[in-house]
């Protein structure tokens, strides 16, 4: 395909209107003329009368300006008629000078016309040389309309190929891409941006569908979900995590309680064999015993012994949704017998912490906690916390063990 410079038939452009052009009256003001055919893209659209053929290559490039196309107009009308003919082929189809015939359908001066005796050559090869190297056309639009030329090739042409801009064939891709920078409202490299961007997105909505139907083999009923809108993807695989783990947590849940029943009632045991070994020791021996065994103070052995002697007027004290640590506050003598019985039976149904046991049996006894006592509470909470986030970390241990004030060797 050889290329040659187009003589300079029309240098300038305007815009139309969506009236058609045939209709368009005569005006002598080329500002009104253009308030009457604008188009919102700044580009005059081509709308010749019924029965006008025009060859489709054309589309390829993008018609003039309102600045363009207004000079055309004066021009037309300063000569009377033009200086160049709109070019046919033999069969009537305009292969050259669309902005031309709507300058003299603006006028209401009479178009002329020639034929053209193409003979061999194709009337692609025509029109691009007498528009791709048009004055008026930006680099963007020439790189543009390579593009589309090449996708109109009836064969491969690899040396008219290599002209072809990569990013030029990236953005014709895309007709929105394509009309904007043929129009020139949109840069080439502007183009080229989005017509990435548009790849990007589609590679993710590739990915994204491999990744649906990959999870639908495995819940079909959340993939609908997914299909309805009702939940994303990533929402939908970790619901998916949540129910096959489901089992498995239960699981642990159910031996963690169990475990936590069998602590409770081994308190109760080592309060009741103490209870034993005080009964039976002499006056003055316990103390004594209870350091050389387990290196125990009094109050620490009473711990246990209280929990035990709680177990006996509540049997199914080890069944029951109450800390340790609550346990030992519930034992206590000074505890009242009527927020006792009141905690242990919210404690059927439902998991009382140690904060809200303190916090009970403080508003029974009508003693406002210290700010000592608040802080220590807090104190306590937090540690248990760290405890069950980190339950082999020694620190976290001694820390405990500090806090609740019982010896390692319990």
Same mark, same amino acid.
């Given at each position: 395909?050889t290329?040659?410079? *187009?003589?300079?038939?029309?240098? *300038?452009e305007l815009?139309?209107?969506?009236?058609?052009p045939?209709?368009?009256?005569?005006? =002598?003001?080329?500002?009104?003329?253009?308030a009457?055919?604008?188009? =919102?893209?700044?580009?005059? &659209?081509?709308?010749?009368?019924?029965?006008?053929?025009t060859?489709?290559?054309?589309?390829?490039?993008?018609?003039?300006?309102? !600045?363009?196309?207004?000079?055309?107009?004066?021009?037309v009308?300063?000569r009377?008629?033009l200086?160049?003919?709109?070019?046919?082929?033999?069969?009537?189809?305009?292969?050259d000078?669309?902005?031309?015939l709507?300058?003299?359908?603006?006028?209401?001066?009479e178009p002329t016309?020639?034929?053209?005796?193409?003979?061999?050559?194709?009337?692609?090869?025509?029109?691009?040389?007498?528009?791709?190297?048009?004055?008026?056309?930006?680099?963007?639009?020439?790189?543009?309309?390579?593009?589309?030329i090449? *996708?109109?090739?009836?064969?491969?042409d690899?040396e008219?190929s290599?002209?072809?801009?990569?990013?030029?064939?990236?953005?014709v891709?895309?007709?929105d891409? *394509?009309?904007?920078?043929?129009?020139?409202?949109?840069?080439?490299?502007?183009?080229?941006? &989005?017509?990435?961007?548009?790849?990007?997105?589609?590679?993710?909505?590739?990915e994204?569908?491999?990744?649906l139907?990959?999870?639908?083999?495995?819940?079909?009923?959340l993939?609908m979900? $997914?299909?309805?809108?009702a939940l994303?993807?990533?929402?939908?695989?970790?619901t998916?995590?949540?129910?096959?783990?489901?089992?498995?947590?239960?699981?642990?849940?159910?031996?963690?309680? =169990?475990?936590?029943?069998?602590?409770?009632?081994?308190?109760i045991?080592?309060? !009741?064999?103490?209870?034993?070994?005080?009964?039976?020791? !002499?006056?003055?021996?316990?103390?004594?015993?209870l350091?050389?065994?387990?290196?125990?103070?009094?109050?620490?052995?009473?711990r246990?012994?209280?929990?035990?002697?709680?177990a006996?007027?509540?049997?199914?004290?080890?069944?029951?949704?109450?800390?340790?640590?609550?346990?030992?506050?519930?034992?206590?003598?000074?505890?009242?017998?009527?927020?006792?019985?009141?905690?242990?039976?919210?404690?059927?149904?439902?998991r009382?912490?140690h904060?809200?046991?303190?916090?009970?049996?403080?508003?029974?006894?009508?003693?406002?906690?210290?700010?000592?006592? !608040?802080?220590?509470?807090?104190?306590r909470?937090?540690?248990d916390?760290?405890?069950?986030?980190?339950p082999?970390?020694?620190? $976290?241990?001694?820390?405990?063990?500090?806090?609740?004030?019982?010896?390692?060797?319990?």
């Amino acid at each position: 395909m050889t290329l040659r410079p *187009t003589p300079p038939a029309c240098q *300038t452009e305007l815009a139309s209107t969506a009236g058609h052009p045939a209709d368009i009256a005569q005006s =002598t003001s080329l500002a009104d003329l253009a308030a009457r055919i604008r188009d =919102t893209s700044g580009r005059i &659209k081509f709308e010749p009368p019924p029965g006008t053929r025009t060859s489709p290559y054309l589309d390829c490039f993008p018609m003039m300006t309102e !600045r363009e196309f207004a000079g055309l107009v004066w021009s037309v009308k300063r000569r009377g008629g033009l200086v160049y003919p709109i070019s046919l082929d033999k069969d009537g189809v305009i292969l050259d000078g669309r902005c031309r015939l709507m300058a003299c359908l603006a006028t209401g001066i009479e178009p002329t016309f020639e034929t053209i005796d193409l003979g061999d050559l194709d009337p692609l090869d025509f029109i691009v040389e007498m528009n791709l190297l048009r004055a008026d056309h930006t680099p963007g639009q020439v790189a543009i309309a390579d593009a589309i030329i090449e *996708t109109l090739l009836t064969k491969p042409d690899p040396e008219f190929s290599a002209l072809v801009l990569p990013e030029a064939r990236a953005v014709v891709k895309y007709g929105d891409l *394509t009309e904007a920078v043929k129009r020139g409202t949109m840069s080439l490299v502007q183009g080229y941006e &989005k017509a990435l961007a548009y790849e990007r997105d589609a590679e993710l909505r590739r990915e994204q569908a491999a990744r649906l139907e990959d999870f639908r083999k495995q819940s079909p009923f959340l993939a609908m979900r $997914v299909d309805d809108g009702a939940l994303t993807l990533d929402e939908a695989i970790e619901t998916a995590k949540e129910e096959a783990a489901a089992p498995i947590l239960a699981e642990h849940a159910e031996a963690i309680r =169990t475990i936590g029943r069998r602590v409770v009632a081994d308190l109760i045991e080592i309060g !009741r064999r103490l209870t034993e070994c005080r009964a039976t020791l !002499r006056h003055g021996q316990w103390g004594i015993w209870l350091e050389r065994e387990f290196g125990w103070s009094d109050s620490s052995a009473a711990r246990y012994m209280q929990a035990y002697e709680l177990a006996v007027k509540f049997p199914n004290l080890g069944d029951l949704d109450v800390p340790i640590s609550g346990l030992y506050l519930l034992a206590q003598p000074s505890t009242p017998d009527a927020i006792r019985e009141e905690i242990l039976t919210r404690a059927q149904t439902e998991r009382i912490p140690h904060a809200e046991v303190k916090r009970l049996i403080d508003d029974a006894r009508g003693k406002r906690p210290s700010l000592a006592n !608040r802080f220590h509470n807090d104190l306590r909470e937090l540690v248990d916390r760290m405890a069950y986030a980190m339950p082999d970390d020694p620190l $976290v241990a001694e820390l405990r063990q500090l806090v609740s004030g019982e010896n390692s060797n319990v």
